[in-house]
């Protein structure tokens, strides 16, 4: 079984979220409840691992204000052990986060702080073991993508597996998806979404997505929203499994808790059709929710 220890780098941020019951109509007044919450898709999955039974740690920069305390207590809340850099100058990032009502959301994000996460920012201890999860967000560039260099070196030279979220269709079309293969090559796990696959790949086909990303990594899970999910790692047909029932509430933070559920089965030894399984299931729990982390 593998060191069932996960250390996640990446984002971690202040949500603003409002959710609308119907379609939202831009250019007039729109009433709901607008309620605040911990976000940031590597935080969102160190929660979900902790939530799952994993160990987790996770690396990230806030700003030293009112914002990243909260944070940082949130962290603690959901069990994961944070440690964050504090940044004397910039504010701690920010999401407005709007859900129609299918659920579907729009995110305005302010990085702040986290944009400014370094190499000085890794505890270099915390690289002894276990398994490295890399938010895509990382590698957008300036000392975060230094950073993302950085820490996948240390995780190689300490002998822990890798998985790298994408995160983001932006993000890949701005840096380049040939960047992206290159700088993530050989991490043991890549799980981008559908349109990321396809930024990443120029194919729309799921079957010759993964043939294509199986050149730049060992295995691949392939997140299909509502279609469920396929996983392949050139050993035989590619493992598909349904997305788990479940009402669309908000789909914000649904790919990082389909990570975190992967991993959780797949760190205790659980075959690929189990962790995709046990990755819809966790999935479903947060599409089923408002909000991106698990509930009380």
């Given at each position: 079984m593998a060191d069932p220890r996960v250390l996640v780098i990446g984002d971690l941020l202040y949500d603003l979220l409002a959710k609308a019951d119907g379609e939202v109509v831009l250019g007039t007044d729109t009433f709901v409840p607008i309620r605040v919450a911990a976000g940031g898709s590597g935080a969102n999955a160190a929660a979900w691992l902790a939530s799952s039974?994993?160990?987790?740690?996770?690396?990230?920069?806030?700003?030293?204000?009112?914002?990243?305390?909260?944070?940082?207590?949130?962290?603690?809340?959901?069990?994961?052990?944070?440690?964050?850099?504090?940044?004397?100058?910039?504010?701690?990032?920010?999401?407005?986060?709007?859900?129609?009502?299918?659920?579907?959301?729009?995110m305005i994000t302010d990085r702040g702080a986290g944009e400014a996460l370094g190499p000085n920012d890794l505890p270099e201890d915390l690289f002894g073991g276990g398994h490295l999860h890399l938010s895509g967000y990382t590698f957008s560039g300036g000392s975060r993508r230094e950073a993302a260099a950085k820490a996948l070196r240390?995780?190689?030279?300490?002998?822990?597996?890798?998985?790298?979220?994408?995160?983001?269709?932006?993000?890949?079309?701005?840096?380049?998806?040939?960047?992206?293969?290159?700088?993530?090559?050989?991490?043991?796990?890549?799980?981008?979404?559908?349109?990321?696959?396809e930024t990443l790949t120029g194919e729309r086909d799921p079957d010759?997505?993964?043939?294509?990303?199986?050149?730049?990594?060992?295995?691949?899970?392939?997140?299909?929203?509502?279609?469920?999910?396929?996983y392949a790692d050139g050993t035989g047909n590619p493992l598909r499994v349904p997305a788990a029932s479940a009402r669309a509430e908000d789909t914000t933070g649904a790919g990082d808790a389909f990570c975190a559920g992967f991993l959780a089965a797949w760190l205790d030894g659980g075959s690929p059709e189990e962790a995709l399984r046990r990755g819809a299931g966790v999935a479903a729990r947060a599409v089923g929710r408002v909000g991106a982390r698990p509930g009380d």
């Open positions: 039974g994993v160990e987790t740690r996770f690396v990230g920069r806030v700003g030293d204000d009112v914002f990243g305390e909260f944070l940082n207590g949130e962290m603690e809340r959901a069990g994961v052990e944070a440690h964050l850099a504090h940044d004397p100058s910039l504010r701690t990032g920010k999401v407005f986060v709007l859900v129609d009502g299918a659920g579907e959301r729009t240390l995780a190689r030279d300490a002998g822990m597996t890798v998985s790298v979220d994408p995160s983001s269709v932006p993000l890949l079309g701005s840096i380049g998806p040939e960047r992206f293969l290159g700088w993530t090559r050989g991490a043991d796990l890549l799980f981008p979404n559908l349109a990321e696959g010759l997505i993964l043939e294509k990303l199986l050149s730049h990594y060992p295995a691949v899970a392939l997140k299909l929203g509502p279609e469920g999910a396929v």
